[in-house]
């Protein structure tokens, strides 16, 4: 199993209490740490502008600017988003854009992209809200800009939703191929059909029973389009309360509740938690962690990609997962 770190970068409200001054040293520090730790693989961020589970005032910064800080200030880790959405950048800049950063990096970009769903930020931002039919073609015809723009250095298309008429990219990506792409999103018949045909890498839901659903769907939609099953590499996102006890556990739960009850209200708080940690692979003591995870390996997760939320203050937690859950799955 290969792991992937997302670094925290607000939109959790992962950064609360810290001057937003110090927040791209916080960032910085923590990217530069994991480089230096070859348990990690890749480091992540999400690529949104307003906070969750509520839009606040409280940072988010943007994902492609820091994906581009991170190139210049590492040298061995991958650098991914999770997941870019197609629709708030036209695709044939985009593609611009992360060829830039994969030379800046010496190539290790990977391309998170999926439809996008978090609607209050696309009203916000100005780009309507349209239904996931739209948005799902706006996906696919992007991702096909992509593999023309990296492939051959120019992209053509007249699609119903992108029109590129010889859109350059010179110079190529650093990798040769172009940057991989990883489709993200469950949808069984468009987004998973999406990932078979152009993917190398997919990330979908992380319980056991919906990942081998989605997972011989997958199938199903290579062997219709021609791929290769086995050549795509699957991956999920993983919310991680760990403790040497049951009882450290539930600690980190009640800290993290406690850092978001002044910003969304004890409640909400307390229900953010409960739905995104408790039934996590990724809580509990390690060996509770390792059992859960190895489950899912054995049904072919081979990428785990996990989010720490007390990382701007607390590396205790990542420090134990190093220790006692990575070599355990490796």
């Known amino acids: 199993m290969r792991f992937g770190i997302f670094i925290p970068q607000g939109w ?18 923590l990217a530069q740490r994991f480089d230096a730790n070859d348990a990690w693989e890749s480091l992540w961020v999400y690529d949104h502008f307003h906070t969750v589970p509520v839009p606040t005032e409280e940072a988010t910064h943007e994902a492609w600017t820091l994906m581009s800080a991170f190139a210049a200030s590492t040298s061995r880790i991958r650098l991914g988003q ?20 994969d030379l800046i990096s010496a190539g290790r ?23 996931a039919a739209e948005r799902l073609g706006r996906l696919r015809e992007g991702v096909e800009i992509f593999r023309q723009a990296w492939s051959t250095g120019t992209a053509t298309l007249d ?11 010179h110079p190529l990506p650093s990798q040769e191929g172009g940057i991989p792409i990883w489709v993200a999103g469950g949808g069984e018949k468009v987004t998973l059909r999406i990932a078979a045909q152009y993917a190398q890498y997919t990330n979908f839901a992380g319980n056991p029973e919906e990942f081998a659903h989605k997972s011989e769907l997958l199938r199903g939609h ?9 050549a795509i590499t699957r991956s999920a996102n993983f919310n991680v309360a760990i403790g040497s006890t049951a009882a450290e556990a539930e600690e980190r739960l009640a800290a993290l509740t406690a850092r ?16 995104t940690f408790r039934g996590s692979a990724a809580f509990g003591t390690p060996e509770r962690i390792v059992e859960k995870l190895s489950e ?35």
Not at 16 to 27: L, R, S
Not at 317 to 323: A, N, P, T
Request: overall charge negative.
């Open 260 to 275: 978001l009850t002044p910003i969304i209200g004890a409640d909400r708080a307390k229900q953010q938690v409960e739905d």
């Open 222 to 230: 290579c062997a219709a389009v021609g791929t290769d099953f086995d």
């Open 12 to 29: 959790r409200l992962d950064l609360v209490g810290i001057d937003p001054a110090a927040q791209w040293g916080v960032m910085r520090d």
């Open 296 to 330: 899912l390996r054995d049904l072919g997760l081979g990428y785990t990609i996990l989010n720490f939320p007390e990382a701007a203050y607390d590396m205790s937690g990542i420090e134990l997962f190093e220790r006692e859950v990575i070599p355990a799955l490796r």
């Open 159 to 169: 699609g119903k939703h992108y029109q590129v008429n010889g859109a350059l990219v």
């Open 109 to 131: 970009v990977d391309m998170g992209i999926g439809a996008g769903w978090y609607e209050h930020e696309w009203r916000a931002y100005g780009y309507g809200f349209p239904p």
């Open 82 to 101: 999770m997941c870019t959405a197609m629709s708030y950048r036209n695709p044939a800049y985009l593609a611009k854009v992360a060829a830039t950063v």
